[in-house]
Protein backbone atom coordinates (compact mmCIF):
# COMPACT_ATOMS: atom_id res chain seq x y z
CA UNK A 1 0.00 0.00 0.00
CA UNK A 2 1.13 3.40 -0.34
CA UNK A 3 0.37 6.79 1.38
CA UNK A 4 -2.83 7.22 0.22
CA UNK A 5 -4.01 3.73 1.17
CA UNK A 6 -4.60 2.77 -2.68
CA UNK A 7 -3.04 -1.45 -3.01
CA UNK A 8 -0.38 -0.79 -5.57
CA UNK A 9 1.65 -3.37 -7.92
CA UNK A 10 3.65 -5.43 -5.19
CA UNK A 11 6.03 -6.66 -7.85
CA UNK A 12 7.37 -4.15 -11.24
CA UNK A 13 7.13 -6.21 -14.33
CA UNK A 14 9.96 -5.72 -17.29
CA UNK A 15 9.22 -7.58 -20.64
CA UNK A 16 12.72 -7.44 -22.31
CA UNK A 17 12.63 -7.69 -26.50
CA UNK A 18 16.25 -9.35 -27.47
CA UNK A 19 15.52 -7.82 -31.08
CA UNK A 20 17.01 -8.71 -34.19
CA UNK A 21 17.74 -12.33 -32.34
CA UNK A 22 18.50 -14.30 -36.04
CA UNK A 23 21.65 -12.04 -36.37
CA UNK A 24 23.28 -13.20 -32.95
CA UNK A 25 26.35 -15.20 -34.22
CA UNK A 26 26.46 -13.44 -37.90
CA UNK A 27 22.84 -15.12 -38.80
CA UNK A 28 23.82 -18.61 -37.70
CA UNK A 29 20.85 -20.94 -38.22
CA UNK A 30 20.99 -21.80 -34.46
CA UNK A 31 20.95 -18.28 -33.73
CA UNK A 32 17.17 -17.41 -32.78
CA UNK A 33 18.03 -20.77 -30.49
CA UNK A 34 20.89 -19.36 -28.84
CA UNK A 35 19.09 -15.93 -28.09
CA UNK A 36 16.29 -18.66 -26.40
CA UNK A 37 18.87 -20.05 -23.93
CA UNK A 38 19.79 -16.76 -23.36
CA UNK A 39 16.71 -15.24 -23.22
CA UNK A 40 16.35 -17.77 -19.80
CA UNK A 41 19.58 -16.78 -18.03
CA UNK A 42 18.27 -13.57 -18.61
CA UNK A 43 15.21 -14.21 -16.83
CA UNK A 44 17.49 -15.63 -13.88
CA UNK A 45 19.70 -12.70 -13.60
CA UNK A 46 19.62 -11.47 -9.94
CA UNK A 47 21.52 -8.01 -11.36
CA UNK A 48 17.68 -7.17 -12.22
CA UNK A 49 17.30 -6.71 -8.23
CA UNK A 50 13.74 -8.46 -7.93
CA UNK A 51 11.98 -7.42 -11.07
CA UNK A 52 9.66 -9.98 -12.53
CA UNK A 53 11.46 -10.56 -16.13
CA UNK A 54 10.45 -11.85 -19.49
CA UNK A 55 13.12 -11.90 -21.95
CA UNK A 56 11.69 -12.47 -25.25
CA UNK A 57 13.88 -13.08 -28.29
CA UNK A 58 12.47 -11.77 -31.57
CA UNK A 59 13.55 -11.21 -35.53
CA UNK A 60 11.08 -8.97 -37.10
CA UNK A 61 12.47 -9.39 -40.43
CA UNK A 62 11.01 -13.02 -40.14
CA UNK A 63 8.15 -11.77 -38.73
CA UNK A 64 7.90 -9.48 -41.53
CA UNK A 65 8.71 -11.58 -44.53
CA UNK A 66 6.16 -14.55 -42.38
CA UNK A 67 3.44 -11.61 -43.09
CA UNK A 68 3.93 -10.61 -46.50
CA UNK A 69 5.49 -13.80 -48.41
CA UNK A 70 4.75 -14.19 -51.42
CA UNK A 71 4.59 -17.17 -53.58
CA UNK A 72 7.18 -16.40 -56.01
CA UNK A 73 9.86 -15.90 -52.65
CA UNK A 74 8.19 -19.41 -51.40
CA UNK A 75 9.28 -20.94 -54.75
CA UNK A 76 12.47 -19.24 -55.00
CA UNK A 77 13.18 -20.43 -51.52
CA UNK A 78 11.91 -24.49 -52.38
CA UNK A 79 14.70 -24.31 -55.43
CA UNK A 80 17.00 -23.68 -52.70
CA UNK A 81 15.37 -26.58 -50.54
CA UNK A 82 15.61 -28.60 -53.20
CA UNK A 83 19.78 -28.28 -53.62
CA UNK A 84 22.12 -30.89 -52.30
CA UNK A 85 22.88 -30.00 -49.04
CA UNK A 86 26.33 -29.60 -50.00
CA UNK A 87 25.71 -27.10 -52.75
CA UNK A 88 22.84 -25.55 -50.25
CA UNK A 89 25.13 -24.81 -47.87
CA UNK A 90 28.21 -23.75 -49.60
CA UNK A 91 25.71 -20.99 -51.39
CA UNK A 92 24.46 -20.15 -48.10
CA UNK A 93 27.63 -19.11 -45.87
CA UNK A 94 27.93 -15.62 -47.17
CA UNK A 95 25.78 -13.09 -49.18
CA UNK A 96 28.93 -13.07 -51.66
CA UNK A 97 28.54 -16.60 -51.88
CA UNK A 98 25.10 -16.88 -52.61
CA UNK A 99 25.36 -14.32 -55.54
CA UNK A 100 28.20 -15.74 -56.95
CA UNK A 101 27.39 -19.42 -57.08
CA UNK A 102 25.73 -21.31 -59.65
CA UNK A 103 22.34 -21.75 -58.75
CA UNK A 104 18.82 -22.29 -60.52
CA UNK A 105 18.08 -18.78 -60.04
CA UNK A 106 18.98 -15.79 -61.63
CA UNK A 107 21.07 -12.81 -60.19
CA UNK A 108 17.99 -10.23 -59.84
CA UNK A 109 15.64 -13.45 -57.75
CA UNK A 110 19.03 -14.16 -55.51
CA UNK A 111 19.20 -9.88 -54.57
CA UNK A 112 15.56 -9.71 -54.23
CA UNK A 113 15.51 -12.43 -51.42
CA UNK A 114 18.80 -11.25 -50.00
CA UNK A 115 16.97 -7.64 -50.13
CA UNK A 116 13.77 -9.26 -48.28
CA UNK A 117 15.02 -12.41 -46.33
CA UNK A 118 18.51 -11.59 -45.42
CA UNK A 119 20.74 -14.38 -45.31
CA UNK A 120 19.63 -15.40 -42.08
CA UNK A 121 16.04 -15.21 -42.97
CA UNK A 122 16.81 -17.01 -46.61
CA UNK A 123 18.45 -20.03 -44.39
CA UNK A 124 15.39 -20.15 -42.04
CA UNK A 125 13.14 -20.27 -45.04
CA UNK A 126 15.08 -23.05 -46.43
CA UNK A 127 15.39 -25.20 -43.36
CA UNK A 128 11.85 -24.13 -42.52
CA UNK A 129 10.72 -26.12 -45.93
CA UNK A 130 12.90 -28.73 -45.47
CA UNK A 131 11.19 -29.36 -42.58
CA UNK A 132 7.64 -30.07 -43.87
CA UNK A 133 6.29 -26.23 -45.41
CA UNK A 134 5.19 -27.38 -48.51
CA UNK A 135 3.72 -24.26 -49.62
CA UNK A 136 3.38 -20.16 -49.19
CA UNK A 137 0.73 -20.42 -46.43
CA UNK A 138 2.38 -23.05 -44.51
CA UNK A 139 5.79 -21.32 -45.04
CA UNK A 140 4.35 -17.67 -43.46
CA UNK A 141 2.95 -19.51 -40.57
CA UNK A 142 6.16 -21.29 -39.61
CA UNK A 143 8.36 -17.56 -40.26
CA UNK A 144 6.14 -16.11 -38.15
CA UNK A 145 6.23 -18.68 -35.30
CA UNK A 146 9.82 -19.04 -36.13
CA UNK A 147 10.13 -14.73 -35.59
CA UNK A 148 9.49 -14.78 -31.77
CA UNK A 149 6.54 -12.37 -32.34
CA UNK A 150 3.64 -14.75 -31.08
CA UNK A 151 5.49 -15.79 -27.97
CA UNK A 152 5.81 -11.46 -27.32
CA UNK A 153 1.97 -10.99 -28.02
CA UNK A 154 1.62 -13.66 -25.65
CA UNK A 155 3.72 -12.11 -22.91
CA UNK A 156 2.19 -8.58 -23.09
CA UNK A 157 -1.31 -9.92 -23.52
CA UNK A 158 -0.74 -12.43 -20.13
CA UNK A 159 0.70 -9.50 -18.27
CA UNK A 160 -1.08 -6.20 -19.36
CA UNK A 161 -4.61 -7.56 -20.36
CA UNK A 162 -6.02 -8.99 -17.57
CA UNK A 163 -4.41 -5.96 -15.73
CA UNK A 164 -6.03 -3.14 -17.81
CA UNK A 165 -7.97 -1.64 -15.17
CA UNK A 166 -5.56 -1.83 -12.23
CA UNK A 167 -2.89 -0.09 -13.91
CA UNK A 168 -5.55 2.71 -15.46
CA UNK A 169 -6.49 3.25 -11.87
CA UNK A 170 -3.03 3.23 -10.40
CA UNK A 171 -2.57 5.60 -13.25
CA UNK A 172 -5.42 7.96 -12.29
CA UNK A 173 -4.01 7.98 -9.14
CA UNK A 174 -0.56 8.90 -9.49
CA UNK A 175 -2.32 11.94 -11.99
CA UNK A 176 -4.45 12.60 -9.06
CA UNK A 177 -1.68 13.10 -6.97
CA UNK A 178 0.13 15.25 -8.96
CA UNK A 179 -2.67 17.77 -8.92
Known amino acids: RDVTGV ?9 GVLSRADELDGGDPGSLDAARRESVRLGGAAAM ?14 AVRG ?10 LAVLAGLGARDREAALLSPARFMGAELPLNAAERDGLLATFGLGG ?7 ILDGATDAPALARALVRRSGLD ?4 ALANRFDGRAGQLKAYSAL ?3 RAV
Do not use: M, Y
Open 49 to 62: GGLHQDWIPVSGLL
Open 122 to 128: IRAGVRL
Open 174 to 176: RTL
Open 151 to 154: ELRE
Open 67 to 76: QTLRQSEFAA
Open 7 to 15: QTCALPILI
